[in-house]
């Protein structure tokens, strides 16, 4: 089955920029998300890209997709303390929001100041 | 956007008791509702697959007279933890999604507590 690897954790200074790493094994994979979650609630979607493409960049966010190493990243710039919380890369199959997530295991960040 | 709306979002019951979780789609019919357990400092489990008006689909090692999921239209799925027992006390976590864009959407969880 779909395995997906996440380093456990990550401290960084604020105003510093943070990688967060992915890697997974289903080449078939054809969405592939980053999710935040802080303590005690929901996912909240902070982005995704096509399998297709190897980069996309939003406001402080950039995302790195190296298809043929199965390698996912995610780039915060300027780090803020409000950016402490667990991230979670995720991937689907098919190209519809009715396709089932596999979640990687979650990075915890940590911004100390 | 979409918002997926998930109640009740604590719940704190006796052992032996059954539990009904809703999620619901505010501002869009989803075809496709997932539902999934998280426990603490781990990452999400998908427990099932729900599609409006079919019996849902559940993953391997999930009990499904345990955990009972109906999907009556569109907008709503429930989960129902019957006779919920101190090891059910996990966070649980609904999604909703459509075939035809991306991406799903997620609702803000349950806190489960049995004593």
């Known amino acids: 089955g779909e395995d997906v690897e996440q380093s456990l954790f990550l401290s960084v200074r604020e105003g510093d920029s943070s990688v967060i790493n992915c890697t997974y094994t289903d080449s078939s994979s054809t969405y592939l998300y980053w999710y935040k979650q802080e303590p005690g609630a929901g996912l909240q979607l902070l982005t995704y890209i096509f399998s297709n493409m190897d980069m996309k960049q939003d406001q402080r966010l950039t995302v790195l997709l190296n298809k043929k190493d199965k390698h996912l990243s995610l780039r915060i710039a300027d780090t803020q303390t409000g950016d402490s919380a667990i991230y979670f890369c995720a991937e689907s199959q098919g190209t519809g929001g009715g396709n089932k997530l596999t979640f990687g295991t979650g990075t915890q960040l940590k911004v100390e100041l | 956007g979409a918002v997926v709306s998930q109640h009740p979002s604590w719940v704190i019951c006796k052992s032996g008791t059954s539990v009904k979780i809703e999620c619901r789609s505010l501002?869009?019919?989803?075809?496709?509702m997932f539902w999934y357990r998280q426990f603490p400092k781990q990452s999400l489990m998908l427990m099932a697959t729900?599609?409006?008006?079919?019996?849902?689909?559940?993953e391997q090692g999930v009990e499904k007279d345990k955990f009972l999921i109906n999907h009556a239209s569109l907008t709503l799925s429930t989960l129902t933890v019957t006779s919920a027992h101190p090891e059910d006390s996990s966070f649980y976590i609904c999604?909703?999604?459509?075939?035809?864009?991306?991406?799903?959407?997620f609702g803000d969880g349950t806190r489960l507590s049995i004593l």
């Open positions: 729900s599609n409006e008006g079919s019996k849902a689909t559940y």
């Open positions: 501002d869009f019919q989803a075809t496709t």
């Open positions: 999604s909703a999604g459509r075939t035809v864009d991306q991406p799903q959407h």
